[in-house]
């Protein structure tokens, strides 16, 4: 029996791992995906998250798991009107598997045991404790007494939550069943006239449903849409590539890997659920997500919160989700105010204002 299962080795996961593990708590932190795991993601690391890094990881993130060019100056956003808002800024350019592989290595070192290539299918509450079902080279049951899921929207156990919610639903108990966006980006050698050291935010309707983007990580030039309807990813992308090499003289000559992935929806008032019970939600899978799909600050915040409450209300159950709610007020608070900003730039995003 452990005293708390950790569902995703991301930042939420590695963070919450490690807090309770730092605290003499029974720890396990499974992954899906054997290590170091990737995800679809910018790889900008904002300062906020640095100095969240910092803080709950005790050091600064390491050059092995930075991309070139190493530091991100801040974010250019092109609003649907073709305004441009600069916004300058301290940050990080990463790879998310080295970065996120560092994270699990440091919860490791705190004590944790982390388990990767192991999924979790599954998880029932039980009286007292918290039954997971595992799937690695077998199916295998574990328990614990907390379930901390941060394994983001495309985890097992997110999927079944949703069924349930839409089960409830159908009876008349009314519960919002999130929504998804679904980004695909490609990276590419070439050249084109933008400075690599800013990430480019483009929220004209013409390009993409929700918005466009594009950096550079290692000399490649990385071009993303997100769409609602995933049937019109072509669609945008060619139009997203036409106006870049219209706009800014882009010039591909190979296309060396293309990716998928999904996020949360996030609607006005930015919806978060926090759990049920001794199973709590943290990161992107509670719908922690800023703009433009910068969840790792809210990932590592939300992570670490959602461990301060189960260690802080260990015996006491029914106050572990309230007190996690409490404790994240702050964040919620950032998160509104960024989706606002947005929403107050592009009309894209008028209903976030």
Known sequence: MYDVIVVGAGPAGCTAAKALAEKGYKVLLVEKFKMPRYK????????????????????????????????NRGMIFTNDAGKEYRFEQEGLNVWRSHFDGWLAGKAKESGTEVMDGVAALSCTEKDGFVEVCLHGQKNYTEGAKYVIDCEGVVGALKRQFAKQYARQFAGKI??????????????????????????????????????AWFNVKDGLLVLGVSVKDMDKIRYYYGRFIAYMEEKHHLRISRQTKEEKWLMPHIRPGCRVDYGVGRILFAGEVAGFL???G????????????????????????????????????NLKSYMQRQWSLVGGMAGTFREME
């Open 40 to 71: 679809s993601c910018s790889g900008v690391l904002i300062k906020k998250s640095m100095e969240l890094v910092k803080k709950y990881f005790g050091e600064a993130v390491p050059e092995s798991a930075m991309c070139t060019p190493t530091d």
């Open 174 to 211: 009314t519960r919002e069943v999130p929504g998804y966006i679904t980004t695909y980006q490609t990276f590419n050698e070439g050249s084109i006239d933008l400075d690599p050291h800013y990430f480019y935010a483009y929220l004209q309707p013409e390009l993409s449903e929700y918005d």
């Open 290 to 292: 800023n703009p433009m």
């Open 294 to 329: 910068e969840g790792i600050s809210a990932g590592v915040e939300s992570g670490y919160c959602a461990a301060g409450a189960v260690a802080g209300h260990f015996d006491n159950p029914e106050t572990v989700r309230e007190a996690y709610r409490q404790s994240t007020e």
